[in-house]
C-alpha cells in the first residue's frame, strides 16, 4: 500500500477512535445540576461555613492561654453558651416563625452588652405590598391593586 493511501486510514481510525470515546464519555456522564442552584448552593455554603469559622475560631480563643487539658471543657461551655446565645437572639419571638418563608424584622438597640433586639416582626404573604410607615421606624402593608 502506498504511504499517504496508509496515512490517511491510520488518521480516519484515529478520528473515529475519538469521536467514539467522546460519545462514550457524554452517555456515561451524570446529569449535569441545575446552573441556577449552584450559585445559591455557592453562598448558602459560604454563609454557613462563614458562621462556623467564627464560632470555632472564638471557641478556640477562648481557650488558647489555658493548660491543654483544660481546653475541652472550656470549649463545651463556649460551645454550649454559643448556642444558647444563638437561640436567645429571638428572645420574645421563640415560637411562631415558620420556616423557609421571608420575613420582614425590626431591630432596635439592645442593653448592656447587647447590641440588636428584635422590635418586630411581619411574614411577607403573596398580594400584599409591604413599604415603610410615615416616620420610617416601622413597616405598613396593604393589599396589592
Not at 473515529?16 to 462514550?24: H, N, R, Y
Not at 449552584?38 to 455554603?45: C, K, N, P, S, T
Not at 462563614?50 to 471543657?73: K, M
Request: hydrophobic share 40%; net charge neutral; proline share 6%.
Amino acid at each position: 500500500m502506498r504511504r499517504p493511501v496508509k496515512l490517511a486510514i491510520i488518521l480516519a481510525c484515529a478520528v473515529l477512535v475519538g469521536v467514539g470515546a467522546f460519545l462514550l464519555g457524554r452517555v456515561s456522564a451524570p446529569a449535569p445540576h441545575q446552573p441556577s442552584s449552584v450559585v445559591g448552593d455557592y453562598f448558602d455554603g459560604l454563609r454557613v461555613g462563614e458562621a462556623q469559622g467564627r464560632a470555632e475560631g472564638r471557641a478556640i480563643q477562648e481557650g488558647s492561654a489555658l493548660p491543654a487539658g483544660d481546653r475541652h471543657a472550656v470549649r463545651d461551655a463556649f460551645d454550649d453558651g454559643y448556642a444558647a446565645g444563638a437561640n436567645d437572639s429571638f428572645a420574645g419571638y421563640d415560637g411562631g416563625w415558620t420556616l423557609h418563608v421571608p420575613w420582614l424584622v425590626t431591630l432596635e438597640d439592645g442593653s448592656g452588652q447587647i447590641a440588636y433586639r428584635i422590635a418586630g416582626r411581619t411574614r411577607v404573604l403573596p398580594g400584599v405590598d409591604y413599604y415603610l410607615c410615615p416616620g420610617g421606624h416601622s413597616i405598613c402593608h396593604r393589599p396589592q391593586r
